[in-house]
């Protein structure tokens, strides 16, 4: 029987917490399912983000912000019911933002930063009122704006099209992003497709033996009634703009803002993941269907999910499934966990749009070439084996010697892996390990699948943080288990090249 991929998330969602409880972390929460009132005003038990309510009305700040509720309720309501969460994520990043910039403006008392926290106020209300003017705008030509900024692109011409980019975000302290560039676009198969074109000559070669940097590329299409933006590739080379000093935070969703000076048609349908947008349950879901590839992906893997299961025996798929369980999980951590990452310890609250959105598709890419590339033919122990919390590549030369490269991760903590180093040979159709000790590595099949290091749970378990003379195989903890039940996956581009970067 099929066990649907929304299925098992809803399955893993009941599992994270008893139903009485909160069902997630509310960093994993959609945005959109939160107040979108901003709370700016009303301080209560030394809460130093919020400003005071007497403070507020003495500045004004109660009337900006009564001015930016009401234009945003005024925009949500003329927004389809698909949009109205990404439009509701948009105000909650700026009522991060606005809190952040609070702090300073408290803690610093100047006129400037007064000034710029006025206007920022301000500009919010005009571009909420933009939003509400512009909706039900046809083509792709205009104006469109969020929380961060905005870009306008020019009416087509020569099968080309001009891009203007202006972002300016202020998250108080000395946090700010601002971006200004100009691009051209050409399509490319469903988007707009152009590279970023370098600040000056220098920038693209620093001496006579260097080689050309790699430019970022920008692609744009219509997601419904959004615009969807994405920076992608090349080299950072934000150091030599100096009107762009986070190039990245342009990845994201744009609405239309005012109405079109030249009416045109463009393509505006809504590609859908498998889940509803209208009620999107986790942040990782919002992102999800904002993105046309996105949720294309989505879908892509309930097919591959459903094509697959039909063809494994009753162990491996009953292993299946709780892996897919255990990575929708991982799925629905991925967003948040990269758009505010914690490793950044001065600038986490600010959003890295761009790397949050990529990591999703990483992880979306890496899954489906696990389930379309099964390999669940494969005979011995040689190949690259795949789990939701796991990798191994492992070769066998003609003499029996066998190599195997990978590791197992924690979710988010880079410090917390199991690097996997093992060495030895294959003598009758088992690994034996080179290794000299209690508990050595070890390599078996279980049905179409592979376990590593089976005994490591109850070595681990006997640790419980203390030094014994069985050697950890673990970075940071000595009770954390290197076992894993992995699964087959022919070679794909989109699998983890082994870089053990953080997940």
């Known amino acids: 029987m099929f066990v649907p991929f929304r299925l098992a998330l809803l399955s893993a969602v009941v599992l994270l917490a008893p139903i009485t409880c909160h069902a997630m972390d509310d960093d994993l929460r959609a945005a959109s399912s939160a107040p979108t009132a901003i709370t700016l005003c009303g301080a209560v038990n030394g809460d130093d983000s919020r400003i005071k309510a007497e403070i507020c009305k003495e500045k004004g700040y109660d009337q ?26 948009d105000q909650a990043w700026f009522n991060e933002m606005i809190l952040g910039a609070a702090g300073t403006v408290q803690e610093v008392d100047e006129a400037e930063l007064r000034d710029n926290f006025v206007a920022t106020l301000r500009q919010r209300a005009t571009v909420l009122g933009e939003i509400a003017a512009g909706s039900g705008r046809a083509g792709l030509a205009g104006k469109w704006a969020n929380a961060f900024g905005s870009i306008t ?24 992003r601002q971006c200004r560039l100009g691009a051209t676009v050409t399509s490319a198969g469903d988007w707009l497709s152009g590279a970023i074109p370098p600040a000056n000559a220098a920038s693209s070669a620093s001496g006579p033996d260097a080689k050309p940097a ?15 933006v994405v920076i992608f590739g090349g080299d950072d080379t934000t150091g030599d703009r100096d009107d762009c000093d986070y190039l990245w935070q342009i990845t994201g969703t744009y609405f239309a803002s005012g109405r079109a000076d030249v009416a045109e048609k463009a393509e505006i349908s809504f590609v859908a993941p498998s889940f509803d947008c209208v009620r999107p349950v986790t942040a990782t879901d ?4 904002s993105d046309p590839e996105l949720a294309d992906n989505d879908q892509r893997l309930n097919r591959a999910w459903k094509a697959l299961l039909p063809r494994l025996d009753d162990a491996t798929r009953r292993a299946l499934t709780e892996d897919q369980r255990n990575w929708v999980h991982a799925q629905a951590v991925e967003f948040p966990e990269f758009l505010h990452p914690a490793w950044e310890k001065r600038t986490y609250e600010m959003h890295f749009t761009a790397d949050a959105r990529d990591h999703v598709d990483a992880l979306q890419r890496e899954r489906i070439a696990l389930l379309e590339g099964f390999d669940d033919k494969r005979a011995g122990l040689a190949g690259v084996w795949l789990a939701h919390n796991a990798i191994i590549k492992i070769t066998v030369d003609k003499d029996g010697r066998l190599n195997a490269q990978g590791w197992k991760w924690d979710q988010g903590d880079w410090k917390a892996g199991c690097d996997y180093d093992v060495k030895g040979k294959i003598v009758g159709g088992s ?3 080179d290794e000299q000790r209690k508990n050595p590595d070890t390599l078996e099949r ?8 089976r005994l490591d749970d109850a070595f681990a378990t ?14 940071r903890r000595l009770d954390n288990s290197s076992t894993a039940r992995l699964f087959p996956a022919r070679p794909s ?5 082994f870089r053990g970067s953080i997940r």
Request: glycine share 4%; aromatic share 4%.
């Open 431 to 433: 690994f034996r390990s």
């Open 214 to 228: 790699k430019l970022p590329a920008i692609k744009l299409r219509r997601q419904g009634e959004t615009l969807r």
């Open 462 to 475: 006997k640790r419980s943080g203390k030094e014994t003379d069985d050697e950890a195989k673990c970075k």
């Open 493 to 497: 581009p989109d699998i983890d090249n």
């Open 64 to 89: 900006l912000v009564a001015a930016i509720d009401k234009s945003f309720d005024t925009a949500l309501a003329r927004t389809p019911a698909n949009i109205r969460p990404l439009l509701k994520r």
């Open 286 to 289: 919002e992102e999800i269907c």
């Open 446 to 453: 279980d049905h179409a699948m592979l376990i590593v290091n």
């Open 153 to 176: 692109i020019s009416p087509s011409a020569n099968g080309t099209r001009q891009l203007t980019v202006d972002m300016r975000v202020d998250y108080g302290s000395d946090k700010h």
